[in-house]
């Protein structure tokens, strides 16, 4: 088969922060991307504002270089856990990819997952030993456990043997002996090219092109992010476009861009292996095809993992609803997430008994909430219930998703993690001392039993340990898990607190809300020191004839509420409870607002009729 050696299709995959951005950065400097003078920001790529606040990669996106009379198409993945639909989808445009490794961190279990997911995929691998310059770089053990790594997820002898290439992403460098410093990326671009296979394609084989991506540009509306497989497209022509469906429809290619750094330009046509973007399709969606009109062959759909995390969002049902918002009723939220499953392939929105609330499925908390977070920046007021589990029916036996877990803790803390873990039914898969005063484990552990197990696993190790995890598989069902949790001191009133009721309040607990909060009865105002719930007033006055101090003393003695983000306020509600979210605040609140209503609910739910 012919193949274009002037072009490489090639994804950055990684863990969680290992430095893939930066690397982009980097490409993109030394290929003359920027002027010298130009102010742009660093990891540029990351673009949308979310992004910018975690630091953190959520969309994959594509950029290109040039180098040698080579065009480099790059996709940037995300390296969290929670967006790996990206990272499978960035697969199916490329040809090959740069597996970056932490010089100190070593492989995480995100790099197992975009491993595997690469090898699944038959694509050749480069491995980036990255951060090298980090005074705990320890790179000859990393490099042996990713061919660890390797051996363990089953890669033929040809994927093993990989080459390798050291990097500073940040100083922008490579150098393929690990032993010197570089000077550029000449290296890794030079690996590149040589390693990474040129596209190829059948030259008698009529036009295909899978969409792997959505855009929109604000001039043409929807793009379609292609990859051409086989033919040419060009502006202006018709193709057929073999919908999800199974239909087949003719359609005008309106506009056509290929990336250049990181601008979309036009361009008249556009051969196989190139990645493009089309208008004039408004309601195409990934995984179809744009195909020959007089030879239509749709592509096989793009499958990936299924969700493993639900949670239902629904319009915000609080007595304060509609104080804070603009986009408040049903309709508008629906039409919301439906918009969302149009580019998110990894979400599933499912109706509920409820006409007003919808399950959404996911990957996990992180991708659940930067959902919510960014509906609620567009002004939506909602009720988003605690995350579960998304459960199967496996040959009539009930299966749970179950997670890997990599646990970096000081040899202290070995003792409470390893109980913390028991009590969440965790298998030890593996544990690895690296004499340097610090251990690492690795976990299997049920999906559920880490809801909520981030804080607390923070709170036992002194903020020391470091945790990550990423979807393993179904498990059959492990049973009950008993994680103890405190109850919540909720507010059995509407009003608005006052100081000196919340100065009796915090001997029972810690509070979460301070002096002059408007609440309202089934609110949670904070977290019990005792396992159960507690009704409480936190809007009492004090009486005139009680003088004993002042209310600036007051203030003093009241210790600041405990603040949650959006992802804590999640991981923290119990099953009864969910979050209300405006544009301005986000309340914890009990399912069942009434007091009574709950007192008899937990009254029924004691005493079983049978
Ligand atoms: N010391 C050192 N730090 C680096 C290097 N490369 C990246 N970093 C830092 O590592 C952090 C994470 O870098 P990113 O480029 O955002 O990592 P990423 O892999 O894109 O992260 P996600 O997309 O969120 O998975 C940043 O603070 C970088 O400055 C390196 O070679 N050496
Ligand atoms: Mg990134």
């Given at each position: 088969?012919?193949?274009?050696?002037?072009?490489?299709?090639?994804?950055?995959?990684?863990?969680?922060?290992?430095?893939?951005?930066?690397?982009?950065?980097?490409?993109?400097?030394?290929?003359?991307?920027?002027?010298?003078?130009?102010?742009?920001?660093?990891?540029?790529?990351?673009?949308?504002?979310?992004?910018?606040?975690?630091?953190?990669?959520?969309?994959?996106?594509?950029?290109?270089?040039?180098?040698?009379?080579?065009?480099?198409?790059?996709?940037?993945?995300?390296?969290?856990?929670?967006?790996?639909?990206?990272?499978?989808?960035?697969?199916?445009?490329?040809?090959?990819?740069?597996?970056?490794?932490?010089?100190?961190?070593?492989?995480?279990?995100?790099?197992?997952?975009?491993?595997?997911?690469?090898?699944?995929?038959?694509?050749?691998?480069?491995?980036?030993?990255?951060?090298?310059?980090?005074?705990?770089?320890?790179?000859?053990?990393?490099?042996?456990?990713?061919?660890?790594?390797?051996?363990?997820?089953?890669?033929?002898?040809?994927?093993?043997?990989?080459?390798?290439?050291?990097?500073?992403?940040?100083?922008?460098?490579?150098?393929?002996?690990?032993?010197?410093?570089?000077?550029?990326?000449?290296?890794?671009?030079?690996?590149?090219?040589?390693?990474?296979?040129?596209?190829?394609?059948?030259?008698?084989?009529?036009?295909?092109?899978?969409?792997?991506?959505?855009?929109?540009?604000?001039?043409?509306?929807?793009?379609?992010?292609?990859?051409?497989?086989?033919?040419?497209?060009?502006?202006?022509?018709t193709v057929a476009w073999c919908r999800a469906d199974g239909s087949v429809e003719r359609v005008r290619v309106t506009e056509l861009y290929v990336s250049e750094?990181?601008?979309?330009?036009?361009?008249?046509?556009?051969?196989?292996?190139?990645?493009?973007?089309?208008?004039?399709?408004?309601?195409?969606?990934?995984?179809?095809?744009?195909?020959?009109?007089?030879?239509?062959?749709?592509?096989?759909?793009?499958?990936?993992?299924?969700?493993?995390?639900?949670?239902?969002?629904?319009i915000n049902t609080s007595p304060l609803a509609g104080a804070e918002g603009t986009k408040l009723t049903a309709r508008l939220v629906k039409s919301r997430l439906d918009a969302e499953l149009v580019g998110n392939v990894s979400l599933r929105v499912l109706p509920t008994e409820r006409p007003d609330a919808w399950e959404v499925q996911g990957r996990g908390e992180l991708q659940l909430a930067v959902l919510v977070e960014t509906m609620r920046r567009e002004g939506f007021e909602l009720t988003v219930g605690k995350p579960q589990v998304v459960t199967r029916d496996i040959d009539g036996k009930l299966h749970e998703p179950v997670e890997r877990v990599a646990i970096d803790v000081p040899e202290d803390y070995l003792g409470v993690v390893t109980q913390l873990l028991a009590l969440r039914k965790g298998r030890m898969e593996q544990m690895v001392n690296h004499g340097t005063g610090w251990v690492r484990m690795e976990y299997v552990v049920p999906a559920r039993g880490l809801i909520g197990f981030r804080t607390e696993f923070l709170t036992e190790t002194r903020g020391t340990g470091i945790l990550h995890h990423v979807f393993e598989g179904y498990e059959p069902w492990t049973g009950e898990l008993r994680t103890r949790r405190a109850g919540s001191l909720v507010a059995d009133r509407r009003g608005v607190t006052t100081t000196y009721a919340l100065l009796n309040l915090q001997e029972r607990g810690e509070l979460l809300v301070g002096p002059g909060v408007e609440v309202y009865e089934g609110m949670v105002v904070g977290e019990n020191a005792r396992a159960e719930d507690m009704d409480v007033n936190p809007t009492k006055e004090r009486k005139l004839t009680n003088m004993r101090?002042?209310?600036?003393?007051?203030?003093?003695?009241?210790?600041?509420?405990?603040?949650?983000?959006?992802?804590?306020?999640?991981?923290?509600?119990?099953?009864?409870?969910?979050?209300?979210?405006?544009?301005?605040?986000?309340?914890?609140?009990?399912?069942?607002?009434?007091?009574?209503?709950?007192?008899?609910?937990?009254?029924?739910?004691?005493?079983?009729?049978?």
């Open positions: 088969m012919p193949a274009r050696a002037d072009l490489r299709n090639v994804a950055i995959v990684a863990h969680v922060d290992h430095g893939k951005t930066t690397l982009v950065d980097a490409m993109l400097w030394q290929t003359g991307a920027f002027r010298a003078n130009q102010d742009v920001a660093e990891r540029v790529l990351d673009s949308n504002d979310l992004e910018r606040e975690k630091g953190i990669t959520i969309l994959a996106k594509n950029t290109a270089v040039r180098y040698a009379g080579v065009k480099i198409n790059i996709v940037d993945t995300p390296g969290h856990a929670d967006f790996g639909g990206e990272v499978e989808r960035g697969l199916t445009m490329v040809d090959g990819v740069l597996l970056l490794v932490d010089a100190s961190e070593g492989p995480l279990p995100q790099t197992r997952f975009v491993l595997r997911k690469a090898l699944e995929a038959r694509l050749p691998v480069i491995l980036v030993v990255n951060k090298v310059d980090r005074p705990d770089a320890r790179v000859a053990e990393v490099v042996d456990e990713t061919y660890e790594l390797f051996l363990d997820l089953d890669a033929r002898e040809d994927q093993i043997d990989f080459p390798i290439v050291y990097t500073n992403a940040r100083a922008g460098w490579a150098s393929v002996d690990p032993d010197t410093a570089g000077t550029d990326l000449k290296p890794l671009f030079e690996l590149l090219v040589d390693h990474i296979p040129a596209p190829t394609y059948d030259e008698s084989h009529p036009l295909q092109a899978l969409v792997t991506n959505l855009d929109a540009s604000p001039y043409v509306g929807r793009l379609a992010i292609c990859r051409i497989r086989h033919g040419t497209i060009n502006k202006g022509q750094a990181l601008e979309r330009v036009d361009a008249a046509a556009a051969g196989p292996g190139e990645v493009v973007a089309i208008a004039g399709l408004p309601g195409v969606t990934i995984g179809e095809t744009l195909a020959d009109p007089d030879d239509a062959r749709p592509l096989p759909v793009i499958t990936i993992d299924e969700p493993s995390l639900a949670m239902t969002i629904g101090s002042s209310t600036a003393e007051e203030l003093v003695r009241l210790t600041p509420p405990r603040t949650m983000s959006l992802e804590q306020a999640l991981e923290f509600i119990a099953d009864d409870e969910c979050v209300e979210i405006t544009p301005a605040s986000v309340r914890l609140r009990k399912v069942v607002l009434d007091a009574s209503q709950r007192g008899r609910l937990r009254h029924s739910r004691k005493q079983p009729r049978d």
